[in-house]
């Protein structure tokens, strides 16, 4: 499967990428106030790898896609037993 887009920073040219490659640009590489696009400094790409994990995961199990016991899975998370799901606007 492929992403199509527009490419707006340069000219304005229409881009056929792999998802992964699509991904790979949008969230390990930054523009910097020169306009430059930078690659996202070593130490920050973990974080931000888990984070759009984070995203993903996020709305498989609102779809429910997943459950509880997928989490536990994806997660590794062995003989943790108090794990819940909370809806973000719950206190």
């Known amino acids: 499967m492929q992403v199509e887009y527009t490419n707006y ?3 304005k040219e229409r881009l056929v990428e792999s998802i992964g490659a699509f991904l ?7 523009y910097s ?3 430059d696009r930078d690659k996202v400094r070593l130490e ?5 790898v ?3 994990l984070g995203r993903l995961v996020s709305i498989l199990l609102d779809k ?3 459950n509880l016991e997928d989490l536990h899975s994806i997660a590794d998370t ?3 037993k108090d794990l ?3 809806i973000e606007n719950e206190t």
């Open 78 to 80: 062995g003989s943790m």
């Open 24 to 30: 790979y640009d949008q969230l390990l590489h930054e």
């Open 84 to 86: 819940k799901l909370k």
């Open 44 to 48: 920050n790409q973990p974080e931000l």
């Open 9 to 11: 920073s340069y000219s």
């Open 64 to 66: 429910n896609i997943l």
């Open 33 to 35: 106030y020169s306009g």
């Open 50 to 52: 888990c984070m759009a």
